[in-house]
């Protein structure tokens, strides 16, 4: 028999900062929707994030930045994963980043950016509205 | 010694109490209580009413006092808030060496009375702005420091023989150190003079910050050997402010904030003491660093636990005879994760709200968040609204004309009591794993402060706990606040500059001066004289840091959610 498979998330921390905080929430309310998770931990470079996410074969790589670096690390995961031909994984994004920055991210290729206050759920929801399991069984 | 109360009074108060349940019944009935459960931020579950009958064991030498006695329930220094206001210290930093210097006189000149400076991410993780790693981050959320040069540009016209200095710094605290100790030779002015702060706490980065670089355990040796140099050669210094903040940010309960925090005073302290330090020649200089959170009375009741806890830890524990070591000297910051996005001019009266709860609480410095530090790096314009929010409660509201006024609160004391007692239990669950090295490598506050930030999260998002703005009063047209934006081209012109004073450097001087660093941190010599020389010789804080690197090895983040 073959169907679609369970999506699967990584939620990545890119760049220096520390502020795991909302990742890690987020990570875990993914879980608890019934996702596949993935957690990259802190301190990962664009590069190291498009290779895991490809060997992990997710379908979506959710970006979390808090220390304003977000306007170089989203769009260079995107870039990258355009060069592997791996531009199928969605990536959204999360954090601190002010609305000025938002229109320059989603023609980036980010596709939808959460800011602080967004319930889980609506993060959650947004997942099953917009992600589809790229693989089958 | 006996109790406050006479026993005799509790006969008569069950009867007073019985009444008005009675009464308090009827209330109800036609119309029922307001919430199902009344709790803290920390849900922390509240009585209706607090008498005697909660503190009926108090005893007021025992567990009150006057401030400067110990327990210090009440402060540390007999006069407090009648003798000297809180120094009031805004955390700064933003772009370049120069933008900062540029804030820092700004604050200054608006009455500012202490500096505290915030790092760019690269230099918080020990890395130069031309690291590959530091690609999109110079001088977004704090200074960026590579060289000597900066640290000099960065204190130009301040100073800093007369004004102290907080540095927010904890991998390469040794090196900022250096740099600063290095800028006050070279005006001139003798290291036994200058005073400040650097944070150097890495425990909690571990817990809870996540700015790391070398495995715990050679993390702390590195502290020790700056605990060390400090008391000799640096008797003003603060050389560690053991820091709850970053504890309470990633979403712990106030009392965990509490027992972390003084946990890793106790691993530190014990450190220290296996060197074969003594006690009282350094326990002096340990400084803290705490959150106040929204709820009012749990922080208030937080500062006097955090005092009498700290006090007792010192003379019970350590044995320590110095009554100055038993003083928890702390500051506050107001806490950030309380502000909102939305609506953001609210944050200024969450901020006031906190702040007033850090100065009831006998805080010995502050730092009131601005109302847009939840967007971006503060405008001057926002950050001195926070500053002038301290003034006022310093200087119109007139709280500090008495010494601990809620002293006494029935409320306020059993608050006190109980979280100095959950707050035991936990840091005795830490003693049982083996102290808090071994808690960490179990990663049991980790998991602990995850499990309360999701519970905290859900709270929220089932609408049982009010966040105006967010899940409650919410508008649909945001009032537009202007949002301090860092330079792109920053980091070129940064890079520049590093690069150039490389070339210039004399290149044998440095590159002895690093093996100096590195001989220091493998044969166990004190890093501190080696770091400064090889700062001098303008090795850049990368360069140290890789030797750090080297020879201790990276901790590298476990990603546990």
Known sequence: MTGKRRIRIMVAKPGLDGHDRGARIIARAYRDAGYEVVYTGLHQTPEEIVEAAIQEDVDMIGLSSLAGAHNYLFPRTVELLKEKGADDIVVCGGGIIPDEDIPTLKAAGIREIFTPGTPLDVIVKWVADNVEPRGEY | ????????????????????????????????????????????????????????????????????????????????YRGRLWTMRMFAGLGTAKDTNERFHHLVKAGQTGLSTAFDMPTLMGYDSDSPKARGECGKCGVAIDTLVDMEDLFEGLPID??????????????IWAMYIAVAENRGIDRRIIGGTIQNDMLKEFIAQKTFMCPPEPSVRVITDTVEFGTREVPRWNTISISGYHIREAGSTAVQELAFTLADGIAYTQAAVDRGLDVDDFA?????????????????????????????????????KNPRSWWLRFHTQTAGCSLTAQQPYNNVVRTALEALAA??????????????????????EAATIALRTQQII??????????????????????????????FEIIHKIDDMGGMLAAIERHYPQQEIADAAYHYQR???????????????????????????????????Q???TNRIKNERDQVRVRECLEQVGGACSGGGNVMEPVIAAVKAHATLQEVCDVYRRVFGEYRDPGIY
């Not at chain 2, 029922?32 to 009585?47: C, G, H, K, M």
């Not at chain 2, 007369?162 to 090196?175: D, E, F, K, L, Y």
């Not at chain 2, 100065?359 to 001057?380: C, F, K, M, R, Y």
């Not at chain 2, 709270?459 to 009010?466: A, N, S, Y």
Request: glycine share 6%; aromatic share 10%; net charge negative.
């Open chain 2, 162 to 175: 007369r004004i102290t200095t907080s540095m927010t710094i904890n991998p390469p605290a040794s090196v």
């Open chain 2, 394 to 423: 310093a200087e119109e509201s007139g709280v500090g004309n008495t010494i601990d006024p809620l002293g006494g609160s029935f409320f306020v004391e059993a608050l006190t009591n109980r979280m100095e007692e959950e707050a």
């Open chain 2, 359 to 380: 100065v009831l609480g006998g805080t010995q410095s502050l730092h009131t968040n601005s109302l847009d530090e939840v967007l971006a790096i503060p405008t001057e």
């Open chain 2, 459 to 493: 709270q929220i998002d089932e609408g049982k706990r009010t966040v105006v703005g967010v899940n409650k009063y919410v508008t649909e047209e945001e009032i537009p606040v202007e949002v301090l934006e860092i330079d792109e081209e920053l980091e070129k012109i």
């Open chain 2, 1 to 80: 010694m006996s109790g406050l109360f006479d026993k005799k009074i509790f006969d008569d108060l069950r009867a007073s109490r019985e009444k008005w349940e009675q009464e308090l019944k009827k209330a109800f009935d036609a119309r029922p209580e307001r919430l199902e459960r009344f709790a803290t931020v920390s849900d922390q579950e509240i009585e209706r009413i607090y008498t005697p009958e909660q503190v009926r064991e108090l005893d007021f030498q025992r567990d009150i006092g006057f401030p400067g006695q110990f327990p210090f329930t009440r402060g540390c220094q007999p006069s407090m």
């Open chain 2, 495 to 497: 890079i520049e500059k």
């Open chain 2, 284 to 320: 002096p200089r340990f400084s803290f660093f705490f959150n106040s959170h929204l709820d009012f009375f749990e922080e208030i009741a937080k500062f006097r636990a955090a005092r009498r806890m700290w006090a007792k830890i010192m003379k019970e524990r350590f044995s320590a």
